[in-house]
């Protein structure tokens, strides 16, 4: 299957992305972005192509994706207003500050991670590790020096994979609210010098 890997975004790919984003980390998120079909919705709309990386294969199908976050945007950013377009005004007014706990560095490192997932019948086959590669030269050509991503404590597979590209641990973060909210009490962050 070749496989191939760009940044455009069409319209059609946008519940794809979303959809599989949901699927890799919708557990994380129930509790806050939940309803899914809410969820999936806002998720769909904020998408930012400008921040993204898609795999897809020759018929055009999504297969896996490496959002990231800048000082200028992010793959599933959004505001007060979108959330509040789709979970009404408390809704989104509680949520937006339950996000911003997750957003709330990216000035540190400039270059971060936002969300890489393979859909699961694909995984295992080097589609994550071509992703972060292409990620890490799409931060080279911005001017960046190195790429932060942060990993949750149990996912031990996907931490392992990242040492092997070249991630080294820079510290260990997490907080009791981090476990009520997004299911993970602490989580890896790390690095690639570029
Ligand atoms: C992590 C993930 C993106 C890796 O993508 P991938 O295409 O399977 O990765 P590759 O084929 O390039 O590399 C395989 C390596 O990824 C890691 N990996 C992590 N979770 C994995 C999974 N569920 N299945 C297969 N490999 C996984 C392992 O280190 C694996 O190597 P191993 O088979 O020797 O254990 C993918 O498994 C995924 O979408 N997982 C769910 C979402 C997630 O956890 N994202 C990371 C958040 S930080």
Not at 30 to 46: D, S
Not at 103 to 127: C, H, M, S, W, Y
Not at 160 to 180: D, I, P, Q
């Amino acid at each position: 299957m070749k496989i191939e890997y760009s940044r455009s975004l069409s319209p059609a790919d946008r519940r794809a992305a979303a959809a599989l984003y949901w699927l890799a980390f919708g557990s994380k998120l129930a509790r806050v972005m939940g309803p899914e079909t809410k969820a999936l919705g806002y998720i769909e709309q904020v998408l930012d192509p400008t921040h993204a990386l898609l795999a897809r294969d020759d018929a055009g199908k999504v297969l896996g994706l490496a959002g990231f976050r800048t000082a200028y945007g992010s793959f599933v950013g959004g505001g007060l207003a979108e959330l509040q377009a789709v979970y009404g005004r408390a809704g989104g007014l509680w949520r937006a500050a339950c996000l911003h706990i997750l957003a709330r560095d990216v000035a540190e490192q400039n270059f971060v991670v936002d969300g890489l997932a393979v859909r699961p019948e694909t995984r295992g086959k080097g589609i994550g590790a071509a992703l972060l590669e292409a990620l890490c030269l799409e931060a080279e050509a911005r001017g960046h020096r190195a790429v932060r991503l942060d990993v949750v404590e149990e996912n031990l597979r996907a931490r392992a994979l990242y040492e092997r590209l070249g991630f080294r641990v820079r510290a260990h973060r997490g907080s009791k609210l981090t476990r009520w909210l997004f299911d993970f009490g602490g989580f890896w962050v790390m690095v690639r010098e570029l």
